[in-house]
């Protein structure tokens, strides 16, 4: 009786609170799918498929008007530079997560012990090697949005509202970013290690 009692109060008190109104959202522009990327601390395939997802959708959607922007625009030439820093990040945010997934399926070391799993493994590296390869693409991309960031006319505008940006620019130019020779050493060794397996009998 008691416990009747103490849900039907509950249930008094719970059907009495005024709900919220809850708002719409929607994700239309590249500064609101950018927003739904992020990482974890361990990442699983699935979390890095749903960043990629995220991020391939912000590296596709228009600008948000330049007054929505989380900093202050103060020229058009500002403007201008960060929408090509801002491509240019999401590119090398897609490379990141690229390399994520590949190491996740890739095998750094063939053993000859390995022969009764191939085929698992074989197909976990043909997934890591398509990973490092679209990388490379994203890095060709992010290179023309940096050249277009680091031109003559930018010489004298940072943003450092987007630091981090601007480093990675300048990184880039610099030659201390440097995907493309990372991405080449992992899919060179990848595929050494892919001829060794396919290589192996089934004796073990």
């Not at 990388?135 to 450092?160: H, N, R």
């Not at 987007?162 to 201390?176: F, H, L």
């Not at 440097?178 to 396919?198: A, F, H, S, V």
Request: proline letters at 3%; charged letters at 30%.
């Amino acid at each position: 009786m008691k416990k009747l009692i103490l849900f039907l109060v509950f249930a008094s008190i719970l059907f009495t609170i005024p709900l919220s109104p809850t708002h719409a959202y929607m994700v239309k522009y590249k500064e609101d799918w950018y927003k739904l990327y992020h990482v974890h601390y361990q990442q699983y395939p699935d979390d890095c498929i749903e960043n990629i997802y995220w991020l391939e959708k912000a590296a596709q959607a228009d600008f948000c008007n330049p007054q929505y922007v989380d900093f202050k625009i103060e020229s058009e030439k500002q403007w201008e530079k960060y929408r090509y820093l801002f491509q240019m990040h999401i590119n090398l945010k897609l490379i990141e997560q690229h390399l994520r997934l590949g190491r996740i399926y890739d095998k750094k070391c063939i053993y000859f012990y390995d022969s009764p799993w191939k085929d698992e493994y074989l197909r976990n590296m043909e997934k890591a090697l398509s990973c490092y390869e679209a990388g490379l693409y994203y890095w060709q991309e992010a290179k023309v949005w940096c050249e277009k960031a680091s031109a003559p006319s930018f010489s004298f505008l940072f943003i450092t509202d987007k630091q981090a940006w601007e480093d990675e620019s300048a990184r880039i130019v610099s030659g201390d970013l440097d995907y493309e020779r990372m991405l080449t050493r992992e899919i060179e060794r990848l595929k050494k290690n892919i001829e060794e397996l396919q290589a192996m009998d089934k004796t073990y």
